[in-house]
């Protein structure tokens, strides 16, 4: 049975970092291409990042040279750096492989305010 466990997430100011983690498990997934997608309140959820089994990374316009995604096969985790946060970027972020499963994890809470 696949899992995803988000950790990471917290309240931050505009500016400032966050390093999010997804451990997987139940799956062989050194082998599956993964994404970081995030859910803003009263809005859809939208994906944010991927990164390929050879670590090819492609990121979304509204985040691409503040955000980094990366993965260490033998943690079987998935990591997304966020630097120089906006208050936009307030969401609920998950991880996912992608295209995504039809299961998500419970997510990891990032607020950005002052």
């Known amino acids: 049975q696949v899992q995803l466990v988000e950790s990471g997430g917290g309240l931050v100011q505009p500016g400032g970092s966050l390093r999010l983690s997804c451990v997987v498990s139940?799956?062989?997934?050194?082998?599956?291409?993964m994404g970081w997608y995030r859910q803003a309140p009263g809005k859809q959820r939208e994906l944010v990042a991927t990164?390929?089994?050879?670590?090819?990374?492609n990121y979304a316009d509204s985040v691409k040279g503040r955000f980094t995604i990366s993965r260490d096969k033998d943690k079987f985790t998935v990591y997304l750096q966020m630097n120089s946060l906006k208050p936009e970027d307030t969401a609920v972020y998950y991880c996912?492989?992608?295209?995504?499963?039809?299961?998500w994890g419970q997510g990891t809470q990032v607020t950005v305010s002052s």
């Open positions: 990164i390929t089994s050879g670590s090819n990374t």
């Open positions: 996912n492989f992608f295209p995504q499963i039809n299961y």
């Open positions: 139940g799956i062989i997934y050194s082998l599956h291409d």
